[in-house]
């Protein structure tokens, strides 16, 4: 499964891997990690159709555990193109799987939060992965951060950002 939506997106928002039901239905962010991104979506006035959604492992690893450095090389070229070919204007880590393969750096999420970092040419925002806020009950707290992220994005989008 190599990912969905608009193939002139301007948000490109890169997820770990594929779970149960994005392997069966063979889209992205299909369960509930990916109605809570469709929520977050709309928020930022965007329709799914709109946006490329896609993830840097293109199958699901057995029993959903994190990818391996050598799933992870293995998948990266693919992904590397899909991004030359939609060229967004920004592109949207979710979670520290997709942190670490768009910034190169092995930070912790959190510390990689709040800034923009390039891959290429290309803004990257970092934010928390929509099953890490399933799986803490969705905090006020947690969402006020991500919502921050997302303005960031937004930001970026309409070139209120430029890179020094
Ligand atoms: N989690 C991901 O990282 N990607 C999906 O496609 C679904 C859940």
Known sequence: MLGEGNPLAEIFFVGEAPGAQEDATGRPFVGRAGELLSRIIKAMGYSRDEVYIGNVLKCRPPGNRTPTEEEQRACFPYLKRQIEVIKPKVLVALGRVAAVNLTGQRATLS????????????PVVVTYHPSFLLQRGEPKELKKLVWEDMKLV???????IQKI
Request: no cysteine; charged share 25%; hydrophobic share 35%.
């Open 111 to 122: 510390s990689m939060r709040g800034r923009v970092h390039y891959f290429g040419e290309i």
């Open 154 to 160: 937004l930001r970026v989008v309409h070139g209120e």
